[in-house]
């Protein structure tokens, strides 16, 4: 994968970090009291107030998951993880939210009915989540599944596609936030939001023009349309 020049393709560290993020993380004992997590590396910038706390608003919204940008993955670090998933879900249909559910989120990772991956994730370097979901029976199944076939090495299977593919098959629509109201920055890539009140009442520090919520590689706007909500439906207006 080095000669090909896939992105991290030789670094072996890289792919125990994406397999212990994808699968271990959570079952750190220093994790066992906790319910929810929000992952923030270094370097990031979160450029709007954050004037409630979203660790409530994801309990009394009995939310799952929560993202700031969504993208598509580099194909060439996961040529078999699709085909690994379909494996996955045959032999595990009980964990699997049907696709002709109402409240499936299906398609949004795949738009020609499961056959393949459309390459659509939330960048897990910003995720605020339950880790009861992690812990649950159906996403350990799906870890270990994956982690037998030995993609995250003999290739480069990362935690980004692995928790938003589990996420898509397994949460309701209901029960995936888009945390459009913070502002994010991650090297190279933002989520501003183009509300002009609030840029001109300075809760934000951002150019809307360079957000990546309307950006080609962007996978929000296909989110949007699949729950049914715009933007601003995401803002959170109680104080929590």
């Not at 994808?22 to 009291?33: A, K, V």
């Not at 009995?62 to 670090?77: Q, R, V």
């Not at 993880?81 to 949004?108: C, R, V």
Request: aromatic share 18%; glycine share 4%.
């Amino acid at each position: 994968m080095q000669a090909a020049e896939v992105i991290y393709g030789g670094l072996e560290s890289y792919r125990h970090m994406c397999r212990f993020q994808s699968g271990f993380f959570f079952r750190h004992p220093l994790m066992e009291q906790f319910d929810y997590y929000w992952r923030v590396e270094p370097d990031v910038k979160f450029t709007c107030d954050i004037d409630y706390d979203p660790f409530k608003v994801m309990r009394e919204k009995d939310l799952k998951y929560g993202f700031a940008i969504s993208l598509h993955e580099y194909e060439n670090t996961i040529p078999t993880l699709w085909e690994t998933t379909k494996q996955f879900m045959a032999k595990y249909p009980q964990h699997i939210i049907p696709a002709n559910d109402s409240e499936s989120l299906m398609s949004w990772v795949t738009n020609d009915g499961g056959n393949t991956y459309n390459l659509c994730h939330f960048w897990s370097n910003f995720e605020i989540a339950s880790l009861a979901f992690l812990r649950s029976q159906a996403y350990l199944d799906y870890f270990n599944y994956l982690d037998k076939a030995g993609g995250f090495f003999y290739e480069r299977w990362g935690d980004a596609p692995v928790h938003s593919i589990a996420a898509a098959l397994m949460l309701k629509k209901s029960e995936v936030h888009f945390f459009y109201d913070m502002g994010y920055f991650h090297n190279p890539f933002k989520n501003c939001p183009s509300e002009p009140g609030w840029l001109a009442a300075e809760k934000c520090s951002c150019d809307p023009a360079d957000s990546m919520d309307d950006n080609w590689w962007s996978c929000t706007p296909e989110f949007l349309k699949l729950v049914g909500k715009q933007k601003t439906d995401f803002v959170i207006t109680e104080r929590y």
